[in-house]
């Protein structure tokens, strides 16, 4: 707007410079179309004239026009509303050239009319053959197209070689017919050729789909369909109609997809359900302008290019692939059918189940009921929880478990010879694929043996091994175990004492380490008031040899003690008494006095730490 009010200013200026002037020749000629609209930024309403052969000089040759002439924005809008990416793409939207210059036809009338000129209310022919409906009241002018839609004058009478322009918000349409392709051609348009290629693989769907008397398609992108090629683990099409059970189940997945009634978005309500061809339900939400649409498990694509309407109805396209009921198992049924009793178990304690079942897609390496026994007796354990215990809690039980998971699917006619997979504990597992069969080595370099493959679940696949797969467990050594239990003093008489490196070079121990305030209690009865004044008084030998006495060079978690007293041998060469009593564990020093173990079977490296609430002394 600015750019024509500029143009006015600047003609009638130097219209009166050169009235002055002894050199006038006559008046400064008034721009044409095409060079007003280039001057005012109408870049697309220039490209939309040129882009039909002719029309450019068959508007500078008209006597009289007056143009209606859309902003940039105007036509921005209109590519929209035509769900159009450019020019171009409007230009076969509507149906071709042709069309297209009835459009740019409607726009202009053979007349000149400035806006001065105009009565409250008037009619106009245009070069379109159709007519206009343009109302005039003071400060406003409003034209009106053959849909009823108003577009409003936001600058007017721009003066032109031959006539006038009137710049306009909108794009007005004419009455035209626009093509409506079938959906094999809205799919071909629109680049869809892998959902071609699924329904031709069905045989007849195709002329269902044609013949059909209203449809909506929710049709998924090529890149909608490799993904679920990814997720299945398949390399095509043909491998995907495999794993999800064969062309019977391809023809309930795209009947999924179908809907046979025609809905565009502009239909549907806040929520909405659909039955589909394949006799399932679908759930189609809207919110504003975003569409999505969830299918029986739970899966949610959106629409990415909404309402392309075809001969007998409209297609959505979405960014994934909708998945029906295809009756195959989660992995707790699959577990809970080959009897992986103890598996479920541990899922359950480590509470990994919800992290299971609503992984996009997972291999699971599941240890069968006599593999875990193995692992319990490989770590002397009786059952589930003092294999807990060993390895260091739950947390590194969840890192067990999540070493015999990948997140990805992976069916064995999809392996090489030698697959390394990135699981998710992190670590990587090795698997070997040949004739013999399929093992996964572990990061010990164990190897377990696959003994039933290619059990589909609902979001991947399952191989039961013969053995348990160990990653490596991240253990805390003494010094980092005593840190997080906040056990200060104990470490300052450790660091005092020089004895650190002693501790973390054992090759096996049991540390009964005492709380902070069993120093204190300790000093308290000594009448003394800091470590460094026990350590004066009672010498740095005599410290060493308390040091100690509390720690057992071998690992002993309480569950490994025998009921009662027991008499365990120190590094201060003397024996400490140590009673399990139930699950309660007490230890008792040279002099008689006994403390209580307040937490146990803490596993570090090389051992097992039990916090104690007193300070155990030796002979001195």
């Known amino acids: 707007m600015t750019k024509l009010l500029r143009l006015l200013l600047v003609g009638s200026f130097f219209f009166t410079i050169l009235s002055c002037s002894e ?23 220039v490209a939309a004239v040129r882009a039909i ?52 036809g ?53 003066e032109i070689e031959n006539g006038v322009v009137h710049v306009i918000d909108r794009v007005l349409i004419p009455n035209i017919d626009l093509p409506k392709p079938t959906l094999v051609e809205a799919a071909t348009e629109a680049g869809l050729t892998t959902l071609l290629t699924a329904v031709t693989a069905v045989d007849g769907l195709a002329n269902a789909l044609l013949s059909a008397p209203a449809i909506t398609v929710f049709a998924p992108t090529n890149e909608a369909f490799a ?23 391809l023809e309930k997945v795209l009947g999924f997809h179908v809907v046979p009634a025609v809905a565009f978005s502009g239909d549907l309500a806040a ?33 990415v290019a909404a309402d392309v309407e075809i001969a007998n109805g409209v297609v959505h396209v979405i960014n994934g692939v909708m998945l029906p009921d295809l009756m195959l198992p989660n992995i707790v049924e699959a577990a809970q059918a080959a009897g992986l009793s103890v598996l479920l178990d541990a899922v359950t304690a480590a509470d990994l189940g919800g992290a299971l079942l609503n992984a996009d897609a997972i291999t699971v390496f599941a240890p069968t009921n006599d593999a875990f026994v193995a692992a319990l007796q490989a770590f002397n354990a009786a059952d589930l929880n003092q294999l807990v215990a060993r390895i260091g809690g739950i947390e590194n039980l969840q890192t067990v478990l999540g070493f015999h998971v990948v997140p990805a699917v992976a069916f064995s006619t999809d392996l090489a010879a030698t697959n390394t997979f990135t699981t998710l504990a992190g670590q990587e597992l090795t698997v070997e694929s040949g004739s013999s069969g399929v093992t996964v080595t572990d990061a010990a370099g164990n190897t377990v043996n696959v003994v039933a493959a290619d059990v589909a679940i609902s979001n991947g696949v399952v191989h039961v091994i013969d053995g348990v797969l160990l990653p490596e467990l991240d253990l805390p050594n003494v010094v980092e175990a005593a840190q997080a239990a906040n056990l200060t003093v104990l470490l300052d008489a450790v660091t005092a004492a020089g ?26 009865a000594l009448n003394l008031n800091s470590l460094q004044e026990l350590i004066n008084t009672l010498g740095a030998d005599a410290v060493t040899k ?16 025998a009921q009662g007293a027991q008499q365990v041998p120190t590094l201060a060469g003397e024996n400490l008494t140590v009673t399990r009593t139930g699950n309660n564990v007490t230890v008792t020093d040279a002099a008689g006095n006994t403390y209580n173990v307040v937490v146990a079977d803490v596993a570090i490296e090389n051992g097992v730490v039990h916090v104690i609430d007193g300070v155990v002394l030796p002979t001195l």
Do not use: C, W
Request: aromatic share 6%; proline share 4%; hydrophobic share 45%.
């Open 227 to 249: 993904a679920a090629l990814q997720v299945f683990g398949a390399s095509d099409l043909n491998e995907l109609v495999v794993k999800i059970g064969g062309v019977d189940n």
């Open 106 to 158: 409607f726009h202009v009338v053979p007349a000149v009319a400035f806006s001065r000129n105009l009565n409250e209310d008037n009619t106009f022919t245009t070069l379109a053959g159709q007519t206009l409906r343009v109302r005039s009241t003071p400060g406003l002018v409003t034209v009106t197209d053959a849909a009823g839609n108003v577009a409003t004058v936001v600058q007017a009478d721009v």
């Open 499 to 524: 004895l650190g490196g002693t501790l973390l070079g054992q090759e096996a121990m049991t540390v009964f380490a005492p709380t902070n305030q069993a120093f204190l209690n300790l000093l308290d």
């Open 271 to 303: 929520s909405n359900t659909f039955t589909t061809l394949s006799g399932q339900e679908i759930t189609v939400e809207r919110a504003g302008n975003t569409v999505t649409v969830t299918d029986q498990l739970g899966r949610t694509a959106q629409v």
């Open 546 to 561: 308390v040091l100690g006495f509390h720690v057992v060079p071998a690992t002993a978690f309480s569950f490994d003690l």
């Open 23 to 45: 050199d006038y020749q006559g008046p400064i000629p008034y721009p044409t179309l095409i060079e007003a609209a280039n001057d005012a930024g109408l870049t697309t309403l």
């Open 53 to 104: 052969p002719g029309l450019e000089a068959t508007l500078q040759d008209q006597q009289a026009i007056t143009v209606f002439a859309p902003t940039n924005d105007a036509f921005a809008n209109a590519l929209t509303a035509f769900g159009a990416t450019d020019l171009n793409d409007l230009v076969a939207k509507l149906g071709g050239p042709a069309n297209l210059q009835t459009v740019l």
